[in-house]
């Protein structure tokens, strides 16, 4: 039969899927031997079967019933008691802790008797009985019973108001509390109709009851589908006996953090409230006081709590948050947990622990969550002292930025052409705003969670947003924003901090992290813990990790800050912008209108000596490591003008009668234009086919490639060659594209006089096409890079330009479980790529395979080519040290943190 409800005694940490986190925590500490209160927890299994069934599955109340009798005798007392009665908490606890859920009714089993026993056990101290009952009716009216809580407050307010102008809680007596219970019991009746369940045993099945149905609220659910929290888990109930902090001033409540949770520095940190019980920490009614205080008001106790801090640090090997409670001196610990922390204090405290042998170099690596790496090279508001945010939003994106404020994502690009800074504010982006996000400093907008459009947006290209800063009500008509009474108008400058979500007016000082100083060799910046942390722990991600990481860089500059943040070369050269640029559009448009092989060739002789200077800088700032440069992809006519903006032009100046040179070369380019003009142009004529049909494009390219490599080599150099072929679908594109181009580069190798040690002939596949005949096309290629953006796009039938417009109501209802542009969709592009690995490699044993879609710096999308055996990722230059960690990740085995 199954076992519904555990004893503390029972359980262990491990048991978090059945016990919930809470109460496998509460068990762990109890068989520690810790000052834990008694008492025990019916499982998530019994939440789940009440849950589909409607009803507590059989045997299970009976369980509940069990455990309480033991829970009675070991504290001696009994619930409902009139002498001495037993209390306990009710708290909900699933595997992870999550907000939205039912939290904590306190003080549970008192009725008009047991008040008394109540007020007898505590020297009759009436005022502290009365207050507890009031506090229970309050609680178990709010929380089991859904009765609104400012109900409660406005009676709370009415109390106190009776008592004086500025009366506080504790200027109520017994007898005005009593009074409050008896109104606390009419509203109780007013709103749902019943009385206030006075049997005790009732009020327990009604409080686990009400956990139970908890997880299937409104904000439960929408909790689990923001942070990807299965819906099957259920949560635990967790039934305590009571202890009181509210019993005077050698009493109180508090929470412990055993490290600083935002520096991670060691040292105790938290927070105390004298004579309180726990939900007055939470709700905030007095100030409460430093941890280190306690130390004054009750150095036995606090010498206990550090003890105790320092026990749970080490059995659990990491920081842990504890609840505490003191009663008349005693110390009760009420829970623990892995303390949540920021960013910057994971790398501390994991390195620290390293420091002081607590764990392991192979076990800090997977404590540091590779998504959020990029945080801590994101610009920081270096002081606030004299600012005071005027809103606060969601901390939708990190990172820091100041600007002037504009409304519109055209002035936002309009604004940010002509060199100011802006940042925009919108109630919330759409698609149609993108253009103006990326020209933005950062993004602010009025509405909208973490995983709104411009939150997704703004995080996938680094631009720090505050999001859903709801007090920030924009009026368009006047162009201007007002929060909390502050008016704020286009132009005026206006800081948002990304970290925090805090919103102020005016032009706060922002510095670079401090990491990124040490990064560029400051050497004051390389004292700095954070530093020291990340330099030791990246170095040892780099000896764990399998996969190579190169980066994705188009020109000399980004490949030498790719080098320093670690690539091992160039997995993606795109050279489409080789063909940009004044000069060279001229080139490329006498190519696309040349009516003969010579006029052809001679717009490739125009371009070859510019491309050949671009890859000089590449090879040399990438000197001794492979890169790989792709020919160019994209479809001919996106080097012409717009078809629309041109046909407009022309006929305008047709109707105008206006004629000449310049009219005939308009009509030109359109009459080209329209020639060019494709329904699909992403499924046109792009890529291998484009080299196909104007064979002396990618000829050039090739000669520009090798002789730059020559040259480079001439000087002492060591360049590396990867010549790729884009958007292959068969095996015969390839081959016949190597048959046209390696004669151009061993003639160009001759005619230098050198011969390149390393020149392969590879592909990209990202065409499903080319993935199912992997074995044929391997057998003519050296390489294979999976283009997973257009592979995602081949396989989903889905555009990547356009995905914005629905994606997020696909994640939504959980049509897919991520965006695939964002992370390999393992079951399709994923099978493709593990088909396309390993029939490859059977064809051909020197195959060797990487990345460079997107997905190449996304953590869990680098867990994915681990495991299918890539030799490398290729990404972003600003994540290539976040594929680094991802990839030791991997390797660890620990992909849990890499795909959270
Ligand atoms: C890809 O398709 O994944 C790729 C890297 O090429 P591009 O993004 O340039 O199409
Ligand atoms: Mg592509």
Redesign the pocket.
Known sequence: MTKYVYDFSEGNKDMKDLLGGKGANLAEMTNMGLPVPPGFTATTEACFAYLQEGDFPPGSLEEVEEHLVRLEKAMDKRLGDTDDPLLVSVRSGAKFSMPGMMDTVLNLGLNDGSVEGLAKQSDNDWRFAWDAYRRFVQMFGKIVMDVPGDAFEDALDDAKHRKGENAQDTDLDADDLKELHARFLEIYREHTGSEFPKDPREQMTLAIEAVFKSWNGRRAIDYRRQNKISDNLGTAVNVVAMVFGNRGMDSGTGVAFTRDPSTGEKRPYGDYLPDAQGEDVVAGIRNTLPLAELEKIDSKSYGELLQVMSTLENHYRDMCDIEFTIEKGKLWILQTRVGKRTAFAEWVMAADMVEEGLISLDEAVPRVDANRLEELFKRVVSSTADAKPIATGLNASPGAATGKVVFTADDAKEWAERGEKVILVRRETTPDDYHGMIAAQGILTSAGGTNSHAAVVARGEGIPAVCGADAIKIDSPSRSFTANGVRVGEDDVVTIDGFNGAVYVGELPLEESKLERARGGDQEARKEPIWRAFDRLMRHADELRMLKVRA?ADTPDQASNARERGAEGIG?C?T?HMFLGEERVEAVRQMIFADSGEQEQRAYDALLPLQREDFVGIFKAMDGLPVTV?LL??PLHEFLPNQVDLAVEVAVAESRGEAGAELDRKKEELRKVNELHEANPMLGLRGVRLGIVKPGLYAMQVRAIVEAACRVKGEGGDPRVEIMI??VATREELRQMREELEPVAQKDMSEAGQELDHLEWGT?V?LPRAAVTAAEVAEVADFF?????????TAFGFS?DDIGKFVAMYEERKLVPANPFVTIDRPGVGRLMRIATEEGRAANEHLHLG?????GGDPASVVFCHEIGLDYVSCSPFRVETARLAAAQAALGSSESASK
């Open positions: 994705n993606l795109r489409e792709r992809d994209p884009p958007l990209m990202e890079s999976f283009g997973t953006n257009d592979l995602t796009q990547r990345i460079c879609g997107e997905h």
